[in-house]
């Protein structure tokens, strides 16, 4: 038996920031992972953009913590997260679209974000090449960016082994023990622990998790595919949002990257729902005719790779952070619906000051963003 | 110009010359060549710099795998080895990164054409060839895909003759005719189609590979069956200066050498004495390329013992306990260090010496190309491993293990066939290593032609006793398997030497006395002819010792094998230890007066694409913790071009020098695409260009 503070439950995009956080304020943290090590699971599969532009009050506060944490991780503590002040441009080929972002800019502007509509002439030199047809404008974030999930995870790895975090590798978590609603321990395949709270930052198989403590957390992943090019010299600098759908795929967004490279990603639809990761042979087809639909200059481009990656979704597009009702000593950091990467470092930040300091500043990310919400609509930007 | 206008085995042809320019200079080649051999031709042998440490890039697979030759091609980045050249290019040095070049405002169809087969053959090499035409034969229609212009893969590019049977296996012909051979039998078959200059980039879940065809065009294709035999891929070595140009495999050696004629190099020196680095030495000598010597850190010589008798023979030493400590020079290869090692492998510095040579050959031995069979065989297809995908042997065991696969294929698809047990024994047969080393034959020279055999070692070969038209050489009986070395059985030599021109190890001469003081002998010569009757000529032992300055009696051809039978007048005594002919000057062997040793030890570099060196991914292994390869991509390892085709080879060498054993790690895991695609494949052009 092994006791703690804090056990966390996944040494990914949130998990690892999150013990970082904790064990800087004097936590004895453990984090604990199935897999071999850091950031394995949807992690490496995230292509790199980090936001703020989003269209929810919570997330755009998060997000805009993350872009401060990850912007200054070089500065701060001197390590390289190939961090890119791009923004975020969603170019916009359709009335019903410009409506919508249009609508979405009082409400993101109130929260901070610096964000504006932009004309055609700007968005052709931000970047050079894009369709231009019936191009109408679009709304372009300049604060946003993108940096390295590799580099970031193993950044916060890193600084949270220095800050005193034990990493159990190699082990999975397969019973929880609860009496009186709390939670009295926790047994992996090779050891027990014990903790004040527990946390429950498990990714893809966060509803797996829940399960063991009896909760039923509205968490189903599904796939998305993303690509890499070959690298070239940098030309243009945004993380390119195309929300046009077309019949096999909704949104469509792509960048470069620090190292020259093209990186995108397709949201499939229908949807394809569960955690198969194997590659299938409609993908390149598709992802090659979004992205050449949106920028032909990359017809002469050499694709280097494809993978999968998983969405954990919950059914109105945003996470689910915050304590429990039947396990007091549970608190939840899951379903990011594949935006973990972008909101792990301010959620982590975030949580650590509830946790420890007590804070009540964001009591409105946890009321939004809690389990027991109405889980109505969804985000236009998710 | 660097070009082998004349070879003792291959015909050089003259071609279309054509007019290119490389960094605004003018300059000539072949038209349709492939570009990297014209730059080669012309002394370029700097393709690209590489944007970490502005480190100047050399060729280094010559097989479009890796993108080390990647230059600009009027205004595209291209892999110059597999981009052919056409009048009025303008090729540049690739520095850093290229530029993407603009293009107009176009609109694209996008069809992708899906294919059907019952069987996908990746790689048309002598194991797909043969797996090719059994399955014909029993009517399945086939889709074989290669990724050169021709069919046949490394075989082409081997000028020596073959081990194995005759009956099985075409021993005694040389590669390159035995890949002719088989291409005009695939050619012929009606149920076979081929996909040349294609390569397989991916497997996916649904039963489809994707097929980057005529490397133009992205295609599907569906199947029942798939046999994998793309082959091998050569092991790289990590030490300092290994990335520079000038350090490459033996198969892209061969690849410039052989296939496309070109006089890559003055002097090289070998790593490793498997049969690949043997052979590369020979071919080298064949080309009239120095060969300074081979090296090989074990205490024998890897190889079947007569190819490295041959080479020693010939004139270069191979060096064993011995390693090579660095490659050094300005920009490319012009030394090489190695040195003794002690019995933990250490490098004794004292023992160190440094060669002049303008090139390193990497023959370090193969690793399978299976990737694709670890996947489809988890998402449940029906699938086979042939050739040096399935096991690394010689290519003769390969057509063999082609055909068994073959048949075994057509069984998994429901042919009610059965393979006969002999198959599977001679494949085994075939596959075995190099056995037994036995002392020298006892020598009874007569007075008419005999046979002397130095061929010492169990190996699966034995076109000599097929060939006698006497059935005078029988093999000995102790394995009762073509393993067993020959021996002379009735005395019924004829002085044909059929024997001596079939022999692949050339360790057959005939002998005969004619006087009480002397002996006339026959030897096979596999080189471009400098010597003429009455010239005196160094003949050596088994060893490479010279013997005596010989008198050359008389020269035949054998057209049918393509080799010189030399006689020459020899001592009675020296006659029976005769074998070879020096080639080789000894001046060519010669270390530098100094010694050079300065380098860093741990600077030799693993990733190539990316550049990262040894010691970086060493410190990061240990400081982060790594126990997943692909956790290393966060240091960029296995991020290039290649797809970690190079690097992912020497990954438990690494970890173990990090003090992680390979057993905790989890090796990278294999994505689609395995060499890159244009976006440009997937669409139909239509309106401006």
Redesign the interface.
Known sequence: MKNYDIVIIGAGSVGLPLSYYLSKKGKKVAVIEK???Y??GEN?AAIGGIRATHSDPAKIKIGKMSIDIVKGMEKEHGIETDWITGGYLYPVYDEAKEKALKSLLATQKEFGLNIDWIEPKKIKKLV??I???GLRGGTYSPQDGSA?P??V??AF??LSVEAGTD?I?DEEVISIDTEDDLITGIKTNKEEYQANVYINAAGGNARELGELCGLDLPVYPDSHEAGI?????P?FKPMVVDLRSDEQSSNFYYYQNY??QMVFCVTPEPKIIGK?C?????F??LA??R???IH????????????RGLYPMTPDGSPIVGWTDNVHNMFLAVGMCGQGFMLGPGLGKIISEMLVDGTNDYDFILKQLSLYRAFEGNELLK | MNRITKHPILDYQERNEVNFKFDGKKYTGFENEMVSSALFANDIKEFSIHKKGNAPQGIFCANGQCSQCTVIIDGSPLKSCITPLHEGMDIRTLKHLPELPATGQEKFDHKTETLKTDVLIIGGGPSGLTSALELAKLDFNIILVEDKDQLGGKLLLQTHKFFGSQEDSYAGMRGFEIGNLLESQIKENKNITVLYESSVVGIYKDKKAGVYKNNGKFSLIEFDGIILSAGAREKSLVFPGNDLPGVYGAGAFQTLVNRDLIKASDKVFIVGSGNVGLIGAYHALQAGIGVVGIVDILDQVSGYKVHSDKIQRMGVPVYLNTTVLAAGGKGKVEKVTVAQVDEKWNPILETAKTYKVDTLLIAAGLSPVDEFYGQAEKFGFNVIKAGDADEIAEASSAMFGGIIAGLQMAQKLGKKIKISKEYYEKSEVLRSKPGEVYPPFEVEIKEHFTPVFQCLQDIPCNPCTTVCPKNCIALDKKLGTIMDVPMYVNDDCIGCGLCVAICPGLAISLVKQVEDTYAEVMLAHEYILDFAPGDLISVTDIDGNILEKAEVLSCRFNKKYKTHLVTVKMSLENAKKAIGIRVQDESVIQPMKETFLDFLPDNGIVCRCERVAVKEIVDFIKEYRVRDVNQLKQIRVGMGACGAKTCSILMPRVFAQAGVDWKDVTPGTIRPLTVEVPMSALVDDKGEK
């Open positions: 897999r071999h090590s950031g394995r490496k050079p090449g369709t231009e047809e390295s590799l580099k995870a193993g790895y890193k990493f590798f090019t070959e690298p070239v010299k030309f190292e020259g198969d194997d590659s299938t042979s409609e390149l087809p090659v005719r992205l050449l639909a032909p200059r990359l017809k002469n481009i050499r694709v280097r790779k494809t993978w």
